[in-house]
């Protein structure tokens, strides 16, 4: 259902932009996400885009990170910027369709040096 592109290693500062392609109409897509899991911490919502393209982002981004949408491939993308070794983690997207079916990426690891 969903395929998400590889994460990676960035130093601090820099940037890494990650995508997530739904399987399936777009027209079925209630909204798209992104949440992190860092080592010893429960899962946290990052950034989310609703198909009428509001979104909204946790506090720790703002600013340095840009969730967008492709609907003609059906892809939530997440620009990171300015990037932290708090942005360490393991990213999952998340899509829900038709208000009320939910499914999860594999996750992609991304990795910010110090």
């Known amino acids: 259902q969903l395929q998400a592109s590889r994460g990676g290693l960035v130093q601090t500062g820099g940037s890494l932009r990650l995508s997530c392609a739904a399987s399936?109409?777009?027209?079925?897509?209630?909204?798209m996400f992104w949440y992190r899991q860092a080592p010893g911490k429960q899962r946290e919502f990052v950034a989310a885009?609703?198909?009428?393209?509001?979104?909204s982002y946790t506090d720790s981004v703002k600013g340095r990170f840009t969730i967008s949408r492709d609907n003609a491939t059906s892809t939530a993308n997440l620009e990171m910027n300015s990037l932290k070794p708090d942005d360490t983690a393991v990213y999952y997207c998340?899509?829900?369709?038709?208000?009320?079916?939910?499914?999860w990426g594999q996750g992609t690891q991304v990795t910010v040096s110090s």
């Open positions: 998340k899509v829900i369709r038709d208000f009320r079916y939910t499914y």
């Open positions: 399936g109409s777009i027209f079925s897509i209630t909204a």
């Open positions: 885009i609703a198909s009428d393209g509001s979104t």
